[in-house]
């Protein structure tokens, strides 16, 4: 369930959402960025309603993951990602694809989210907003 | 070789393929259920009879698996795919995605599926009936 | 940084693409061959020269690695890979995919390629020079 999302996050998790051209360029902030849990769940809602209309199944291949422990005890993991869709007709086409750089803590025994930006390939970003990649 | 393919799977094994669409609405069977080896064997030969008509190559994206144990000992997997196909010509096309759900278990010190489960994103089907996903 | 790709092989490393047809019909070698790290760093010098006329971006999906222990000590490897390109303006393409298949050796505390064989399932290949694969 998107509802779930959230979850995978510490209480003042961030979720970024930004391109490779932006990264490079140093560019501070992208296409989306969420500051703590409650405005990761505001989106959840918002999706919700976006989903009633737009009945699109989206799947995410995740390559192998690379991760190694930092300094302060957190741990730095790098995928790369491909998301297909499929519309309501059956046709599959590619949504996007890129490289998800993670901050990850232990919290309570289990491994969250400190910070997930998501660096998407392309500049083309009109269609991507409505869901968490 | 498509010959090993029923090996990976316990005697009487089950493999099954379904939509996404008849999963949710729980609709019993999809679009192709072999119950025990031996009917994956005569998929199998149908399959290699009609390989020599279609000279398409496949190739399978599995991203990461996530894995837990269950109750009566076996252990339950979930895998995104993704399938490519490249025909005669070079051109490389995606053929579907989806997940798997497997149960596997042990069997004679090796894991084999109990079941599998194909679960595709799209309910177009007409022509994904002729190889095992 | 495309100039550490040669850093994982071993000095006398080997690097070959070929195509599944290639490799079916065992003609010895296919489209590229790189004999020892010193080729295949005048190879990222071409490349970077060609990254200026050619701004795309490449991205690896790499599925799950079957990895078997040798004779002689290496390790053998295989994996699946789907290559998408995005381009300048936006739009993202599948470029290739195919099968990994490495030979992977302990080299002073590190795994190294003393092999990596790229085998690509299109014989499509008048685009695909310019990168390592």
Known sequence: LIEDWPLFFIDDGQYLVTTRENLAKERPI?????????????????????????????????GSTVISPTEDGSYAAASNFHILRTGADGAVVTYGCGR????IVWHRGEMRFRKRTVVLDSSRIDTLLVIPL
């Open 100 to 103: 998800y750089l993670d901050e």
């Open 30 to 62: 992208g296409i989306m960025y969420c500051d703590g849990r409650g405005m990761m769940q505001d989106r959840v809602t918002a999706l919700r309603q976006a989903i009633v209309f737009e009945p699109h199944v989206y799947r995410h291949i995740v």
